[in-house]
């Protein structure tokens, strides 16, 4: 399974800053300790054309050339640097490249990524691009390119965060369905309206959490029963976890793991390929908040060992439709 990872372009933040920038460099080494058969690749960096495909191209500038006024870097909650504009390139490129894998053997992930507070002109929430916003946009350009078909993408955000930038970028797009779980009272103070938005209270725990999101996700697939998504980007996020310093919620490890296994089985039963991003995550410990993560990539390798068999499988000329991409299926 391919990952994509781009913790080479750390940022020298401010003592204390509560961004845990160290954690990308933690995770890979993790992975490569703990996950061999993941293939760790640095990410390419997104172009101007590519980000233009979600964000305004004068965004774009004013991030590339240092042009962001004091206030839009507050809103962002980093300093401008020539290293933070190539980090915010570099992250939305690997999820572009996890896109891509995902769509060739079943899943795809990026180490990094998840920067779901990102507006189309504007940053916010630790949030420069939203890379997911823009990979959707790429892959559906370079699916009908290719098939010249419609690809339908869903988007399964599970950060205790609202991904507000994402539901505000696809508001107006039939073709993109935002679902987003998160903590009702926590950032953003301003919801976006996703197509399906499931608000939990402070405190919730793994019972409650796993119902609700087994719920959300039914209606998700309900909804799409005529013509289903080609394409999952799933938003994982470490921080519903109970040692999150920002999360609220309370799940233990062992609720996060069915949270992620939940997703991946729901996809790879319905042939929807998944890329994978691991968005927040503010452990007290910061050794929580790795384990999170690199549990979730574990239950991702899962899904992608099950598209590699039944890829192997349908070779030998059995259980063909079973890996047939949802967009072959269409008129």
Not at 90 to 101: E, M
Not at 228 to 254: C, I, M, N, Q, T
Request: charged share 20%.
């Amino acid at each position: 399974m391919q990952a994509f990872h781009s913790d080479h372009f750390t940022l020298e933040l401010p003592a204390g800053h509560s961004f845990p920038m160290s954690k990308y460099g933690l995770l890979r080494e993790a992975v490569l300790r703990e996950l061999p058969q993941l293939r760790v690749q640095e990410a390419p960096r997104a172009s101007d054309g590519e980000l233009a495909l979600a964000h305004h191209p004068r965004y774009v500038h004013a991030v590339t050339e240092g042009l962001l006024s004091a206030a839009q870097q507050r809103e962002i909650g980093f300093p401008w640097s020539a290293r933070m504009a190539e980090r915010s390139r570099r992250s939305v490129g690997a999820t572009i490249a996890a896109s891509r894998a995902a769509l060739a053997e079943g899943v795809g992930a990026n180490l990094a990524g998840g920067t779901h507070h990102a507006y189309a002109d504007r940053g916010s929430g630790y949030c420069v691009f939203n890379d997911v916003a823009v990979a959707a946009r790429l892959m559906q350009a370079e699916w009908h390119r290719h098939h010249r078909q419609l690809l339908r993408v869903m988007v399964i955000d599970l950060d205790v965060h609202q991904g507000n930038g994402t539901a505000a970028i696809f508001r107006d797009d039939p073709t993109v369905f935002t679902l987003s779980l998160h903590g009702a009272k926590n950032f953003p103070a301003r919801k976006e309206a996703s197509d399906l938005d499931v608000e939990l209270p402070d405190g919730c725990g793994d019972d409650a959490y796993l119902s609700a999101l087994s719920e959300a996700l039914a209606e998700a697939w309900h909804r799409h029963a005529a013509a289903p998504p080609g394409l999952a980007f799933y938003v994982s996020g470490a921080d519903a976890h109970e040692g999150d310093r920002l999360g609220r919620l309370k799940l233990s490890f062992a609720g996060m793991a069915e949270r992620d296994r939940l997703v991946f089985a729901a996809s790879r039963e319905r042939g929807i390929p998944v890329a994978v991003v691991m968005a927040g995550g503010y452990g007290r410990d910061i050794a929580d908040t790795v384990a999170v993560h690199c549990r979730t990539l574990y239950e991702a390798l899962h899904c992608w060992s099950s598209w590699r068999d039944m890829a192997a499988v349908a070779k030998g000329g059995t259980m063909r439709a079973a890996v047939h991409h949802p967009a072959d299926r269409r008129p």
